[in-house]
């Protein structure tokens, strides 16, 4: 019914993805999908367009009432349509979080490795970061517990990812248990980025940290958007989830001067987004399991050296190339010998310079392709 496995030409269109390198590297670095927008989201911008004036908005009531039943049938979360702000995307709502509940000098917890805007949103406030590494094992990553219990101590706010970018680890509710257990304790604020909450593998169940009680929502500021999922980024629109009242006007105050108004479109495509996309989704969802997947047979088929934990969530793959025993970082021999533009491990902190990240919300012979000129590249090096 839906066609992904035909890309859109996206060279000439602004694409942040496509621009920053020449024509000949395939990029596949920013969490950005080659995949059409699902013509239910697309023909809502249209009819919006209809209209000539395209002046500030907010919210409707219906795209409200679709968020709260949608997490009550999804997570079985209960909120009120009041207890949503709508945002810019999920990336001020983390900074808003922290400006509007720690002053300078204060620590932020976060587990490493960790996708860049949120390892870099401390030092926007003037406050610490205290690193806590996720550990992996033969089956994929988890938690340190006793390190996070540790920290957690020392920490005003936890910045949690989950799903988690760039591992594509899904956190368990008994995971997640501990933490709000840990954070109820040293009396620690969770800002929880949940963006990637709609790509979850494998029948896994997502389970929004807030959702577990109201005691644990009341120090939570939950951050979801359509965007990663939709494949409608450069719309520009998320939004916090704040059951306190409280916390939610702190929140709000935190916004002046810095955050106004949310996109009029990306409010449109959010709603028939949620309204009206699901079996895309669905579709989308069969589609990246697939390529998760065939990406692990083609790496043990052709680059066995390169050490791959299948992602439970997302379209990103978190790629260990330490064996590869390259002479300089993978992302830099990637980029000049198979010109392939990966994301750097570097980029998600310090330790992790073996590792690339790679997204493959792409199209198959698109992923093939990828690693056969990462092989390719290695076989010349090594014929060299």
Same mark, same amino acid.
């Given at each position: 019914?839906?066609?992904?496995?035909?890309?859109?030409?996206?060279?000439?269109?602004?694409?942040?993805?496509?621009?920053?390198?020449?024509?000949?590297?395939?990029?596949?670095?920013? =969490?950005?999908?080659?995949?059409?927008?699902?013509?239910?989201?697309?023909?809502?911008?249209?009819?919006?367009?209809?209209?000539?004036?395209?002046?500030?908005?907010?919210?409707?009531?219906?795209?409200?009432?679709?968020?709260?039943?949608?997490?009550?049938?999804?997570?079985?979360?209960?909120?009120?349509?009041?207890?949503?702000?709508?945002?810019?995307?999920?990336?001020?709502?983390?900074?808003?979080?922290?400006?509007?509940?720690?002053?300078?000098?204060?620590?932020?917890?976060?587990?490493?490795?960790?996708?860049?805007?949120?390892?870099?949103?401390?030092?926007?406030?003037?406050?610490? &970061?205290?690193?806590?590494?996720?550990?992996?094992?033969?089956?994929?990553?988890?938690?340190?517990?006793?390190?996070?219990?540790?920290?957690?101590?020392?920490?005003?706010?936890?910045?949690?990812?989950?799903?988690?970018?760039?591992?594509?680890?899904?956190?368990?509710?008994?995971?997640?248990?501990?933490?709000?257990?840990?954070?109820?304790?040293?009396?620690?604020?969770?800002?929880?980025?949940?963006?990637?909450?709609?790509?979850?593998?494998? %029948?896994?169940?997502?389970?929004?940290?807030?959702?577990?009680? &109201?005691?644990?929502?009341?120090?939570?500021?939950?951050?979801?958007?359509?965007?990663?999922?939709?494949?409608?980024? %450069?719309?520009?629109?998320?939004?916090?989830?704040?059951?306190?009242?409280?916390?939610?006007?702190?929140?709000?105050?935190?916004?002046?001067?810095?955050?106004?108004?949310?996109?009029?479109?990306?409010? #449109? %495509?959010?709603? =028939?987004?949620?309204?009206?996309?699901?079996?895309?989704?669905?579709?989308?969802?069969?589609?990246?399991?697939?390529?998760?997947?065939?990406?692990?047979?083609?790496?043990?088929?052709?680059?066995?050296?390169?050490?791959?934990?299948?992602?439970?969530?997302?379209?990103?793959?978190?790629?260990? !190339?330490?064996?590869?025993?390259?002479?300089?970082? &993978?992302?830099?021999?990637?980029?000049?010998?198979?010109?392939?533009?990966?994301?750097?491990?570097?980029?998600? %902190?310090?330790?992790?310079?073996?590792?690339?990240?790679?997204?493959?919300? !792409?199209?198959?012979?698109?992923?093939?392709?990828?690693? #056969?000129?990462?092989?390719?590249?290695?076989?010349?090096?090594?014929?060299?």
């Amino acid at each position: 019914m839906y066609d992904f496995d035909t890309a859109p030409d996206r060279l000439e269109t602004s694409s942040t993805k496509w621009s920053r390198y020449p024509a000949d590297v395939l990029p596949m670095w920013i =969490a950005d999908t080659d995949f059409a927008v699902a013509p239910a989201i697309v023909s809502a911008l249209r009819r919006r367009l209809d209209h000539p004036i395209l002046g500030y908005a907010v919210a409707k009531g219906a795209l409200r009432d679709q968020i709260v039943a949608d997490l009550d049938r999804r997570f079985r979360w209960q909120i009120s349509p009041d207890d949503i702000v709508f945002l810019p995307g999920v990336e001020p709502g983390f900074n808003m979080a922290l400006k509007a509940r720690l002053t300078p000098g204060e620590k932020v917890l976060i587990q490493t490795p960790m996708y860049r805007p949120i390892l870099d949103a401390p030092g926007h406030w003037g406050l610490e &970061p205290l690193q806590v590494p996720l550990v992996r094992g033969e089956q994929g990553y988890g938690l340190d517990r006793d390190a996070l219990a540790a920290k957690l101590t020392e920490a005003r706010a936890f910045l949690l990812c989950n799903p988690h970018n760039p591992t594509g680890y899904v956190y368990t509710r008994d995971d997640l248990a501990f933490i709000a257990a840990a954070c109820e304790a040293a009396d620690t604020l969770i800002v929880s980025d949940e963006i990637h909450c709609d790509l979850v593998f494998d %029948g896994r169940p997502h389970v929004p940290i807030a959702s577990l009680a &109201p005691e644990i929502a009341k120090r939570t500021i939950t951050l979801m958007s359509a965007s990663k999922t939709y494949n409608i980024p %450069g719309l520009k629109t998320g939004f916090a989830i704040i059951t306190d009242r409280d916390l939610r006007n702190a929140f709000n105050t935190a916004r002046g001067g810095m955050v106004d108004s949310v996109n009029l479109m990306g409010l #449109e %495509g959010t709603l =028939a987004a949620y309204r009206d996309a699901g079996p895309w989704r669905e579709a989308l969802l069969d589609y990246l399991q697939e390529n998760r997947d065939h990406l692990g047979r083609e790496l043990q088929r052709l680059i066995p050296g390169i050490r791959y934990h299948p992602p439970e969530a997302s379209f990103l793959a978190w790629l260990d !190339c330490s064996a590869l025993e390259l002479k300089q970082t &993978p992302h830099a021999f990637f980029l000049r010998e198979a010109k392939l533009g990966l994301y750097a491990g570097e980029v998600f %902190g310090a330790g992790y310079e073996a590792f690339v990240r790679l997204n493959f919300g !792409c199209t198959r012979s698109t992923l093939t392709n990828a690693v #056969e000129r990462m092989a390719v590249a290695l076989s010349r090096r090594i014929g060299s």
